[in-house]
């Protein structure tokens, strides 16, 4: 998560949407005075943030704690296809909790089912500007242009926070119809909002 005064502009962190890349890409560009939530787990700095929050502050409570910035910043996250984003939950699970995937991506589906990053809730649904996972090359001469940088757009490419972790090339793969289905449900507003098919 990142609050930037000098730049006016907030950054929710979305999960498993490169969010550590993406706060890893901005930090050098940040003011004194901005927010940075950063996190131990991935490298990437903090700045002006208590290390025991999470990093993951969803629009409602950002809208509390940052009143102005969420009124007059420009506020953007990160979506990315759900199916894609669960696969990528289940490996990075299976780094961190390996019990909660032993039984395999279906069983994990239904067991993890509270922790799958269904992040609609996190950026206030079409409150936010969104950026696409899949679209990402744009986000840096996106962010260049709007605010006057001179960031290097090979960072997108190059800043890789939580990468070598997959062990499936395709998230398709991964995937019979049963489990398709669940998570189609679990993400119709995203899949609604943004037209992602599977």
């Not at 890789?160 to 019979?176: F, L, P, V």
Request: hydrophobic share 35%; net charge positive.
């Amino acid at each position: 998560m990142i609050v930037s005064h000098k730049h006016k502009f907030v950054f929710i962190k979305t999960r498993k949407t490169a969010g550590s890349s993406i706060e890893a890409i901005l930090y050098p560009i940040l003011g004194e005075n901005d927010i940075c939530s950063g996190s131990s787990r991935d490298g990437t700095p903090n700045l002006n943030y208590g290390k025991d929050l999470t990093g993951h502050m969803p629009f409602s409570q950002l809208s509390v704690a940052y009143p102005k910035a969420m009124q007059k910043y420009f506020v953007f996250t990160v979506e990315r296809n759900p199916w894609d984003k669960c696969v990528s939950a289940f490996y990075w699970h299976k780094k961190i909790k390996p019990n909660l995937t032993k039984q395999g991506f279906n069983q994990y589906l239904h067991d993890a089912e509270p922790m799958l990053p269904t992040d609609w809730a996190y950026y206030g649904g079409t409150k936010t500007h969104v950026f696409k996972y899949e679209e990402l090359s744009q986000f840096i001469p996106f962010m260049n242009d709007k605010f006057k940088l001179d960031l290097d757009p090979a960072l997108m490419y190059n800043t890789r926070k939580k990468s070598g972790i997959r062990e499936t090339e395709h998230y398709r793969d991964m995937y019979d119809e049963e489990s398709k289905l669940f998570v189609e449900n679990l993400f119709h507003k995203e899949i609604k909002e943004f037209g992602y098919e599977f």
